[in-house]
C-alpha cells in the first residue's frame, strides 16, 4: 500500500471516532446513554438500522458469495420489507408506550422474570458470539492482506469501537453510523464502477450483465421449492421474514437503534426506510461481486485468493507442487479465453446455437478448474495446517489490492474497517444495555442510582468488548462468514421471536406455559442444527411454531394453576 492510502485509511477511521466522541460526551444518565434522550431523526435511525447490519462480513463475504453462487443469495432478504411494515404497525407502539429501554422488559410485564431472562440470555448469548465474528472476520482477512498480526489487528479493532461506544452510548452509535454508511456504500460503488472500467473495450455493461447470466450468475429469483436449499424464493419470504422479525423486533442491537427515536413516527419512518433500501443495497453489493466474476473471465484469476497463505507455501517443500498447480490453472484459463470471447460474441448477435455451445464448453473447463483449485487448497493445507482454505472471502479484497489505484484501496480498506466498528459498536451496546438492564438491575442490583447504572452501562460495554476480542482472537473461520452470522442469529431467533409473538398476539398464554416452551423449542432447534440438513433459515420458523404451537399444549395441560 502506498502513503496514501494509508493517510486515507486511518484519516476516515480517525475522523470517525473523534467525530462520536465529541459529538455524544457527556450523557448525564442512563436514558440519555441507553436511548440517546430520543432524539433521533427517522433518516438517523434508518441509517443506523442498515449500517448495524452492514458488517464487514458484508463487504468482504457477499461480492464473493455471488462470484462463487451468483446473484441468489439477494432472495434472502424477500422477506426484510414485510417484517418492517409489521413491526412498525405492532411492536413499535407498545415499546413507546411502555417506555422500555430493552425489549426483554416488556416480556416480564406480560409474562414474569424468569421468561424475560431466558430471553435475554438467548440474546446475550447469540450476540456475544456473533460480536466475535464481526471483529475477527474482517480482522484476518486484512491482518493477512496487511502482513499485520492477527491479534494486533482484532485489538485495534475492538479498541477503536469501544472507545467511542462507552463514551456516548447509542447516540454514538447512531451519529457515527450515517458517517460509516456515506464511506461504506460509497468505496463499494466507486469500486463497482472501476470493475465496469477494468473489462475490455469489446465488452458493454450490457454485454457484461449478458455473460453474467449466460454463465448462471444472474439467478436473482428461484421459485423452485425445496427444504434443503438455502437460498430461493420460498425460503427468503418465509424463513426470511421470520429472521427479520427476529432481528428487528427482538434483537436489541436493532431496537436499541429505533428506540432512540424522537417519536413512533420517526422510528417508523426509519425502520420502512431500511425495509425499502436493504434489498437494493445488498443487490448492489452482490452485483458488484458478479462483475468481479466477470472481470476475471477476460483476466487471469488466482488459483488461490489469499494470497498471503499463498506466499507461506512458497517457503515450504511444497512450493513445486503448488507452482504445477498454477501452470495448470494458466493453461485452463488460457483455454478458456476463446471460449469467453465466443460466448461474448455470441450474446452480441444473440446466437442462440452458439451461446449454448460455449456454455456446454465453459462448463466444462470451469469443472476441470474447480478440480485444480481443490487441488491447490489441499497442498496449502498440507504446507500450511492452520491455514483456512475457503478463500471465497478473500475474493473482493484481493481485486481491490491488486486492480485498484492509489487512494481507493485505502478507502476500500477504511470501508471494511468502518463496516466491522459499526455493526460491532452496536453490539457492544446491546450487550451492556441487556445485561444492566434485564439482567444486572433486575435481579442483583436493584436499588442503585442513575450514577450507578451509567457507569455498570459503561463498564459492561469494555466487559462485553474485551469478552468480543478474547472471543475473536480463538476463533476460527466458518464455511463463509456472511453465512456464519446469519446461522448463529437462526438458531436463537425463532425461539426468541415465538416468545414476542405470543406476548402480542395469544393472550390465553402464560409465562409458565411459555418458558417450557421455548426450552422445547430450542432443543428442537439445536437438534436440527446439529442432525439434520434442513436449510438454516427454516430454523427461524421452526423455532418459532414451536415455541406458539407447545404453548398451547402446555397451557391447556397446566390448566389454572399456570394461568398468571
Known amino acids: 500500500m502506498s502513503i496514501w492510502d494509508w493517510v486515507v485509511l486511518f484519516g476516515t477511521l480517525g475522523f470517525i471516532v473523534i467525530y462520536g466522541v465529541v459529538k455524544t460526551r457527556g450523557s448525564k444518565d442512563i436514558d440519555g446513554y441507553l436511548r440517546g434522550d430520543n432524539s433521533m431523526k427517522w433518516w438517523t435511525i434508518g441509517l443506523s438500522v442498515m449500517a448495524t ?31 418492517m411494515v409489521i ?10 408506550r411502555l417506555k422500555v429501554y430493552t425489549a426483554y422488559e416488556f416480556l416480564e410485564n406480560r409474562f414474569d422474570l424468569k421468561t424475560r431472562t431466558l430471553a435475554a440470555l438467548l440474546f446475550l448469548v447469540q450476540r456475544g458470539l456473533a460480536a ?25 479493532i475492538g479498541v477503536l469501537v469501544i472507545i467511542y461506544t462507552m463514551s456516548g452510548g447509542t447516540k454514538a452509535v447512531s451519529v457515527t453510523q450515517k458517517q460509516q454508511m456515506a464511506v461504506m456504500m460509497g468505496g463499494m460503488i466507486i469500486a463497482g464502477i472501476m470493475v465496469v472500467r477494468y473489462l475490455p473495450d469489446y465488452v ?27 437460498y430461493n424464493f420460498w425460503s427468503g419470504i418465509t424463513g426470511g421474514l421470520f429472521l427479520s422479525l427476529s432481528y428487528f423486533g427482538t434483537d436489541q442491537s436493532q431496537v436499541a437503534r429505533y428506540l432512540g427515536g424522537k417519536s413512533v413516527t420517526e422510528s417508523r419512518l ?32 488466482p488459483a488461490f485468493f489469499n494470497e498471503a497463505a499463498k506466499n507461506k507455501v512458497y517457503a515450504t517443500d511444497y512450493a513445486p507442487q503448488l507452482r504445477q498447480l498454477e501452470a495448470q490453472h494458466e493453461q ?27 456454455q456446454t464448453q465453459l462448463a466444462s473447463i470451469e469443472t476441470a478448474s474447480d478440480k485444480v483449485r481443490e487441488e491447490v487448497k489441499t497442498v496449502v493445507k498440507a504446507a500450511v495446517p492452520d491455514t483456512e482454505t475457503r478463500d471465497t472471502d478473500y475474493i473482493f ?82 464455511e463463509n462468514l456472511i453465512e456464519a452470522v446469519n446461522i448463529i442469529g437462526s438458531i436463537f431467533y425463532g425461539t426468541i421471536l415465538g416468545i414476542f409473538l405470543v406476548a402480542f ?28 440438513d434442513i436449510a438454516f433459515l427454516w430454523f427461524n420458523v421452526i423455532g418459532c411454531v414451536a415455541v406458539i404451537v407447545f404453548g398451547f399444549v402446555l397451557q391447556a395441560v397446566l390448566g389454572e394453576k399456570a394461568r398468571k
Open 53 to 83: 447490519q452492514a458488517s464487514a462480513i458484508t463487504f468482504l463475504s457477499t461480492p464473493g458469495q455471488a462470484y462463487e453462487d451468483g446473484m441468489r443469495f439477494v432472495q434472502f432478504y424477500f422477506g426484510l420489507p414485510i417484517a
Open 87 to 96: 413491526i412498525s404497525v405492532t411492536v413499535i407502539p407498545i415499546f413507546y
Open 132 to 156: 466475535g465474528i464481526t471483529i475477527y472476520a474482517p480482522a484476518i482477512i486484512l491482518s493477512s492482506i496487511l502482513g499485520w498480526n492477527l491479534n494486533l489487528t482484532i485489538i485495534i
Open 204 to 230: 458493454s455493461f450490457g454485454d457484461a450483465i449478458k455473460v453474467a447470466g449466460k454463465m448462471g450468475k444472474m439467478n436473482v429469483v428461484d421459485f423452485s421449492f425445496d427444504w434443503d436449499d438455502r
Open 270 to 301: 426509519g425502520l420502512l426506510f431500511n425495509g425499502l433500501l436493504k434489498i437494493p443495497m445488498q443487490f448492489v453489493i452482490l452485483f458488484i461481486g458478479v462483475m468481479v466474476f466477470v472481470f476475471y473471465q477476460f483476466n487471469q484469476p
Open 332 to 358: 485452463l484459463f488460457n483455454q478458456k479465453q476463446e471460449v469467453v470471447q465466443a460466448l461474448t460474441t455470441a450474446v452480441q448477435q444473440e446466437d442462440e446455437t452458439a451461446i449454448a455451445e460455449a
Open 397 to 478: 479484497i484481493s481485486f481491490v489490492m491488486k486492480y485498484l489505484p492509489v487512494g481507493l484501496v485505502g478507502l476500500l480498506l477504511a470501508v471494511i474497517f468502518s463496516a466491522a466498528m459499526s455493526s460491532t459498536a452496536s453490539e457492544l451496546n446491546a450487550l451492556a444495555s441487556t445485561t444492566v438492564v434485564d439482567i444486572y438491575k433486575r435481579s442483583f442490583r436493584k436499588e442503585g442510582d442513575a450514577k450507578h447504572y451509567l457507569t455498570a452501562s459503561k463498564l459492561f460495554t469494555v466487559a462485553w468488548g474485551v469478552v468480543a476480542i478474547f472471543f475473536a482472537t480463538t476463533a476460527s473461520l466458518f
Open 505 to 532: 398476539y395469544f393472550k390465553y398464554i402464560k409465562g409458565q406455559a411459555v418458558f417450557i416452551a421455548a426450552v422445547i423449542a430450542e432443543a428442537i432447534v439445536l437438534y436440527c442444527y446439529n442432525f439434520t
